[in-house]
T-cell receptor, first 109, second 115 residues
Framework: RKEVEQDPGPFNVPEGATVAFNCTYS??????FFWYRQDCRKEPKLLMS???SGNEDGRFTAQLNRASQYISLLIRDSKLSDSATYLC??????????FGTGTRLTVIP | EAGVVQSPRYKIIEKKQPVAFWCNPI?????LYWYLQNLGQGPELLIR????????DSQLPKDRFSAERLKGVDSTLKIQPAELGDSAVYLC?????????????FGPGTRLTVL
């Protein structure tokens, strides 16, 4: 079983739509969780950390459910500039990161 | 502040040839990572350095891949000989410390094509 599993998409949504991505992780001892964003032919960049209490950054909301080993990312009011691949990332400790395959999002005018 | 620098950005070689990639991390970052990213996949760790020590090289195919980080700053990743299946993007990342999580900053990557 893969360490981190995500639906690769693609997700094609109209501007202004709300879209949600989910991922699951296999190791219950995983310590911290993140969403990274990767634009086409660019390097991954940290989008936000994910906490059990949930955290919000503008139009982006991330949530962690430790009991279900499930992580989510919600994007409200999608913009064309949100088009990218969103990578679910799990830290098993000591900066030992495991990346999902990524979910590709295209926001359509 | 300068980000992680990698060179070359692109490399095309024939199979069985050697190839080397270079990485210069963000100044002051003592942890350096080499990742492999295949098309449609997330990055996969090849090797992690704490200063000049390789602390995790369990995923590095040691029969053909080697890496070094002399003086705990720049790093080089080498493949000899390259195979068709090595075509991928090789990403270098750096972070401040191993204890607790510190954000990993990625370089632009080297896109390798093996013909």
């Amino acid at each position: 079983r893969k360490e981190v599993e995500q639906d690769p998409g693609p997700f094609n949504v109209p501007e202004g739509a709300t879209v949600a991505f989910n991922c699951t992780y296999s190791n219950s001892a995983s310590q911290s969780f993140f969403w990274y964003r990767q634009d086409c032919r660019k390097e991954p960049k940290l989008l936000m950390s994910v906490y059990s209490s949930g955290n919000e950054d503008g139009r982006f909301t991330a949530q962690l459910n430790r009991a279900s080993q499930y992580i989510s990312l919600l994007i409200r009011d999608s913009k064309l500039s949100d088009s990218a691949t969103y990578l679910c990332v799990v830290n098993r400790g000591a900066n030992n990161l495991f990346f999902g395959t990524g979910t590709r999002l295209t926001v359509i005018p | 502040e300068a980000g992680v620098v990698q060179s070359p950005r692109y490399k095309i070689i024939e199979k069985k040839q050697p190839v080397a990639f270079w990485c210069n991390p963000i100044s002051g970052h003592n942890t350096l990572y080499w990742y492999l990213q295949n098309l449609g996949q997330g990055p996969e760790l090849l090797i992690r350095y704490e200063n000049e020590e390789a602390v995790d090289d369990s995923q590095l195919p040691k029969d053909r891949f080697s890496a070094e980080r002399l003086k705990g700053v720049d790093s080089t990743l080498k493949i000899q000989p390259a195979e068709l299946g090595d075509s991928a993007v090789y990403l270098c990342a750096s972070s401040l410390a191993r204890v607790a999580y510190n954000e990993q900053f990625f370089g632009p990557g080297t896109r390798l094509t093996v013909l």
